[in-house]
């Protein structure tokens, strides 16, 4: 009997598995060629559905950006009409309405309704508006002043700094000159004129109530390291009934200093140099002529004291001097140095 040449041989049992499994095999390989991975099934189910997912988000979004350029669209054309503006989705058979005003609440005033700061006034943490303390330096001291009231702004009439002198400051005597300053003392018609020094400490001011002008110092000299200062002052006047000593601002020394005007003439300015003391200084005297002075007939004292510190001037412009004043340091002694001037009027 002759045997079969077909690779399958075997009972027929054994034929009909093996074609049963060849069969299977095809499948397989059908599918295969259907899907060029190999990933599982059920994840590629889930990448199907992530991609039906992403195109219908995308479509959506289309839509809801198409809805919102379409109302926009709407806005900008109905912005004048005070009428309603209708709009409807297509086929949902729903309407919405938008009810446009004629223009758009606080243009270009964003964020205050009215387009204004509250109270039209900058806003500041202060209730009334304004900054506290109105028309003074604001300062640690509750009454805007410092303690002793005098600085940082001098009264009228009072330059505490050097090259000032008040407008109002007399070159001209009229009448009696001694009745003038008298006057002026009384009624507080003076100027502080060019304080110049150490501008802290106690003020003081000496000024005789008779009315007088300055002819000149008593001084005396201490010592600050190797150098010569002035410790002391003591004015020297001329009233209508002579001349008078004014008062020591200092220790009176034992033998002091004279610089005092010949006769004829009065003091009309000082040099003078700073520091933290008064290190030295000269004094300049002007000719009286009845009632003002002559600047161009003038000449300076020796000079008394060293000559550390700042040089400075005080006066030397032709006006009268009825006092002088500045400031003392916690010895009692003179500081800083200035001229007392009288006032035309107030």
Known sequence: MARDNDFRTGPPSRRASGSRSELAAGRRRNRDDEFDDDVPRSRRRQKGQSNTGLLIGLSVGGGVLLVAIIILVIVLANQSDPNPVVFQFEGGGKKIQINMPKDFPNPGNFPFPDGKFPNGKFPNPFPDGKFPNPGKFPNPFPDGKFPDGKFPFPKPGDFPFPGGIDQRAAKILPGDPFAFIQAAVREKRLADVNITGFNLGQMYRDTPQEGAMLIGFQ??????????????????????????????????????????????????????????????????????????????DSYDSEWLGGNGGGLGTIGGQGHFFAGICGHLNDQRSPVSLGLVTVLDSK
């Open 219 to 296: 001084a005396g000299l201490g010592q600050f390291f190797d150098s010569s200062t002035i410790n002391a002052l003591r004015p020297i006047y001329l009233t209508r009934a002579g001349e008078k000593m004014g008062t020591w601002i200092g220790p009176p020394p034992a033998n002091p200093t004279t610089l005092k005007a010949k006769a004829g003439y009065v003091l009309g300015g000082v040099n003078v140099r700073t520091g933290l003391l008064i290190d030295g200084m000269s004094v300049k005297f002007m000719k009286r002529d009845r009632d003002r002075l002559l600047v161009q």
